[in-house]
């Protein structure tokens, strides 16, 4: 990986200059919180902004998609026309959702449909300094070595751009006279303390060393049933999850009833019918039995299959769960810390 | 759990999740709500070269319905068709009911682990069957015959609850005729009075098991839910260790193969994991039964 510098103030410049790779998407604002957006105009992107209410997954993942269209001739694979885009603005926890998201649908059978999308996409990351929400520094996913093709750092006047792929090269040589390739002993100074200055503001600090032999111990325990009580099973935690990926499959007819469409859309483990089956045996019949999936699943059955949780911090279910449930509460609750349920 | 390798998907396309066009040969009712379908890739060099293993299952599709998974009942040892033994009892297979022979049909895969067959052969083979528990343990049951020579004792217990209700009746009275392995049928009830075989429940047949060697058998149980647990009980008094016991299980699925969630039970998924597992696999994971 190497590194460059790009003054602060040529950065809408830089950016404009991407879209000769294609289509730019950022953050913008929306009302009091942030969605991405297709930048029209550069000065549009909101630098400021900490999470999107929806993470980056929809553009691999979109909530609903056709995945074939079928006749009487069979079935058909219905590619939507995905261009050439940028991204622009992933924070680090968003990246490594998109890292987590690529084990699971490129690894063993890949998903032509993730693939196709995320081969059109450049990544290009954003540092930030936490909030009160974020606890990616507990998940170690407050910075990034991978999973992006440039990574921006604020450092102060200026940025540090890591180059992190061989399309991050071709961008920067968009406009290549922005860029100055001479990494100085202040320089990296800086960055070292922007480090301290970015890990010293997380409120959120948890050892999640051992969870899931916690999780374990505690697989009978009453706050499953706790939090069960005032969950409201609307499945929001999981539309905002970076990580969060089920999907159910529906045909959809056209009128004339002889063709149709076989269309993907999001799914969560916390709708009632998730878990059940023809004959309406329900495996996941209790609200509690869900939630304890839900938690399950990022803080000790990810762990188990690849070593890391797949929560990374990004703090959306602490921001969107309208009763108050969420990873820190429940990692509260399971470590035995006082939690007002 | 069994087995650790992965089935390839589809060889036929490079999208996992295209279905392929299969055509319905023959179909006919084992009991009022239960249907055998016998099903051919519509491309013949397709058909041929078709291969699974048992315990596996695949994907139907019926294109403005959906897609549903069910378990082979066939075994590859007799190639160019799949079996399904499926129960009308959801939207796909009530809509599949209405499909007749020379209906083109998608199925896609085969999916999941299968019975770890290379374990199993040169061992004694327990197989207990109850009502449509036959559905994926009928593929293990005639793979074993097509290569008995591979296997050691065979015994095979199957329960209905009625005699119109015990599935491949005919097959299974033939099979009872062989000599090369113990087949022991049993009923509930009886209301014809005119079943010749054992009354019961199944667990009532275990003790006309004899000379099975537990240490050196791998036993195998499907079918309703209150059945697992005395018949599990049945193969530890037999000692028959606890990864020898393997047991097929259902779950919702969208995929087969690992990405859409539904059948996550801790860290595996059944379409990929399972669906076979061993009895310890149940007890040391959560949820799994």
Known sequence: MKALKLKREDLYVYLESLKSYGELWGPVGRGEKYAYAKLDNVRDVALQALRTIIPPKKFFVPPRFNMFRYSDGGYTETFEDVKPRVLFGLHPCDIHGLMILDELFLERFPDPYYQKRREATAIIGLSCIPDDKCMARSTNTHAVEGGFDLAFNELGDEYLVWVGSSLGDDLVRLNLDLFNEEIDAQNLQKYLEWRRKRDSRYKLNFDLTGMPDIMELSWDADLWQEFADKCLACGACSMVCPTCNCYNIRDVSDLSLESGVRERHWDSCMNKEYAMVAGGHNFREARAERLKLYYTHKLKAFITEYGKPSCVGCGRCIDTCPVNINVAEVIRALKGQEVKV | MTDNSRIAASASSANPFMPEQMRIVRRYDLTSDVRFFQVRPVDMERALSLDYKPGQFMMVSLAGVGEAPFSISSTPSRPGML???????????????????????????????????????????????????????????????????????????????????????????????RDDLDCLLTVDNDPTSQWPFSKGVVTDLFPKIKELDPDNTFATVCGPPVMYKFVVAEFLKLGIPKHQILMTLERRMHCGIGKCGHCAIGSIYTCLDGPVFSYWDVLHMKDLI
């Open chain 2, 83 to 177: 079996e399904f033994c499926i129960r009308e009892a959801g939207r796909l297979t009530g809509e599949l009911f209405k499909y007749k022979e020379n209906s083109i049909i998608g199925v896609r895969g085969p999916y999941g682990n299968g019975f770890p067959l290379e374990k199993m052969i040169g061992h004694d083979i327990l197989i207990v069957v109850g009502g449509l528990g036959v559905a994926p343990l009928r593929s293990l049951l005639l793979y074993i015959l097509d290569n008995r020579d591979k296997f050691g004792k065979f015994y095979v217990l199957h329960g209905a609850r009625t005699p119109a209700e015990m599935l491949f009746r005919k097959e299974f009275f033939e099979i009872k005729e």
